[in-house]
């Protein structure tokens, strides 16, 4: 049985930034329900109710066209070292994109990444702990290099058209807008 909160405490906030990695739950009223990996130095604890993650480019696009459509997410942390503990952040999510106003500033928290897609602005409702004894002890190494090397090679214009080719839909043909929301204001008139 889970244990539930009203906020993320000092002490769940040092868990979550111990941990390599974590899992974000989207879905729509109708839609597939997406559970992603999300790895790196890109999620941050900016108050007791709130989270902000910066997403990378990757094969799908499915968060952001749920969120668009219905604001509901939750991330998920698991100890894979140390004491067995699994914590659930349940809440709204809010897309920001290179053209919305918050993007700056709120970019500035992460590292450089030449793949960065959109950041998940989440406001929190409940934390919930649970015991975590059947996740696996599991050593980490390093973090793969393998997709900012990918999108260092492809530079800001490949990313583009990758986003026009690959993310614009999600699984159930939910439209992103990552080109309008994401692309120059100059590049958009361009191709048009």
Not at 94 to 103: A, E, F, I, L
Not at 159 to 171: A, E, G, K, P, S
Not at 173 to 187: D, Q, S
Request: hydrophobic share 40%.
């Amino acid at each position: 049985m889970g244990t539930r909160f009203d906020s993320i405490s000092p002490t769940h906030q040092s868990f979550i930034d111990a941990q390599k990695i974590f899992f974000v739950g989207t879905a729509t009223a109708d839609s597939h329900i997406n559970v992603s990996p999300k790895g790196m130095d890109f999620l941050r604890v900016m108050g007791p109710n709130r989270v902000v993650w910066l997403n990378l480019t990757g094969s799908a696009n499915e968060s952001a066209g749920h969120i668009q459509e219905l604001p509901r997410m939750t991330i998920m942390f698991c100890a894979f070292n140390g004491n067995p503990l699994i914590l659930r952040l349940f809440g709204t999510a809010k897309v920001v994109h290179r053209n919305d106003s918050q993007w700056a500033e709120l970019n500035e928290l992460f590292p450089a990444a030449m793949s960065a897609r959109q950041i998940f602005d989440m406001q929190v409702d409940i934390v919930q702990t649970s015991c975590g004894f059947g996740v696996p002890l599991m050593n980490y190494e390093e973090d793969r290099s393998k997709l900012m090397d990918w999108a260092e090679k492809r530079g800001p214009e490949g990313i583009q058209d990758y986003w026009r080719d690959n993310n614009q839909v999600t699984l159930d043909g939910i439209e992103t807008h990552i080109l309008e929301l994401n692309m120059p204001k100059n590049k958009q008139l361009a191709d048009d």
